[in-house]
T-cell receptor, first 113, second 116 residues
């Protein structure tokens, strides 16, 4: 019930293309869904986050789409750039307060120039 | 204005030895978390401290693992009698409120532990 499943494990996209990473969760009590970006040798950094009361959130080239009935959410990176090459993790927690995060397995994204 | 810092950055130890990993959270953050990241895997929650409340230890994989947080600031994760399967990157995070959305967890660079 605590699991978050992420796909694909790896993704290669041409520069300028759209990168899409998907996550599914089981626990309907989850109330906060962040995406983290991690570069090699660094800790993860928050990219964008959403609450389930909205279906979409956009920040620059990054968009989260959220489907509460399907228990799925996805990250879209528009106009993907080589600098976006990193590992991306979706996560979920029971509420947006200070709470432990349950992470997906990660997606290694490579943007080819 | 420093972020979360962790030390050491790398630790190589022999099987059966004890190790201590240190985390210095962002000043003023009351919540502190430890996660473990095995090669090619996602982050696995270990333990969480919030203010003066009892820590949430539900993610600790065995009684060889323990953690403490002194004075509401620095935390130490201790692994006793290390095993090869303990090899991983141990990440510490602290959290502060992200206006309008929730509490953002800020991660340190991690400690890479290798057990020979």
């Amino acid at each position: 019930q605590q699991q978050v499943k992420q796909s694909p494990q790896s993704l290669i996209v041409q520069k300028g293309g759209i990168s899409i990473i998907n996550c599914a969760y089981e626990n309907t009590a989850f109330d906060y869904f962040p995406w983290y970006q991690q570069f090699p040798g660094k800790g993860p950094a928050l990219l964008i986050a959403i609450r389930p009361d909205v279906s979409e959130k956009k920040e620059g080239r990054f968009t989260i789409s959220f489907n509460k009935s399907a228990k799925q959410f996805s990250l879209h990176i528009m106009d993907s750039q080589p600098g976006d090459s990193a590992t991306y993790f979706c996560a979920a927690s029971l509420h947006p307060g200070a709470q432990k995060l349950v992470f997906g397995q990660g997606t290694r994204l490579t943007i080819n120039p | 204005g420093a972020g979360v810092s962790q030390s050491p950055s790398n630790k190589v130890t022999e099987k059966g030895k004890d190790v201590e990993l240190r985390c210095d959270p962002i000043s003023g953050h009351t919540a502190l978390y430890w996660y473990r990241q095995s090669l090619g895997q996602g982050l696995e929650f270990l333990i969480y401290f919030q203010g003066n409340s009892a820590p949430d230890k539900s993610g600790l994989p065995s009684d060889r693992f323990s953690a403490e947080r002194t004075g509401g600031s620095v935390s130490t994760l201790t692994i006793q009698r290390t095993q090869q399967e303990d090899s991983a990157v141990y990440l510490c995070a602290s959290s502060g409120q992200l206006a309008g959305v929730g509490y953002e967890q800020f991660f340190g660079p991690g400690t890479r532990l290798t057990v020979l």
